[in-house]
Nanobody, 115 residues
Framework: QVQLVESGGGLVQPGGSLRLSCAAS????????MSWYRQAQGKEREFVAR????????IYADSVKGRFTISRDNVKNTVALQMNSLKPEDTAVYYC????????WGQGTQVTVSS
């Protein structure tokens, strides 16, 4: 079955960096569009970034454009989110999503940006 396992979250100071990773299995990863979303406490889940199946197309939320980079490895079946210049408002649980019909979600990884 589809499995998505996120890792790499943690506590970081403002201005710092983190790299999230999502390991995928149970589907043909090289044909799948993949996304990252996030959900801050008390708020709705929001889109962060998406990457096409080949990795040649990416889109970002305005709030992270220029600071975050989504990438993928179709040999290792992983999708990553490099987050730089982190701000306290980036604090959230970050989720990996397989974009297929209504989608499949990972369990999430907590990112906390605080001094």
């Amino acid at each position: 079955q589809v499995q998505l396992v996120e890792s790499g979250g943690g506590l970081v100071q403002p201005g710092g960096s983190l790299r999230l990773s999502c390991a995928a299995s149970g589907f043909t990863f090289s044909r799948a569009g993949m996304s990252w979303y996030r959900q801050a406490q008390g708020k709705e889940r929001e889109f962060v970034a998406r990457i096409s199946s080949t990795g040649t197309g990416t889109i970002y939320a305005d709030s992270v454009k220029g600071r975050f980079t989504i990438s993928r490895d179709n040999v290792k079946n992983t999708v990553a989110l490099q987050m730089n210049s982190l701000k306290p408002e980036d604090t959230a649980v970050y989720y990996c999503k397989y974009e297929y019909y209504t989608g499949y979600w990972g369990q999430g990884t907590q990112v906390t940006v605080s001094s």
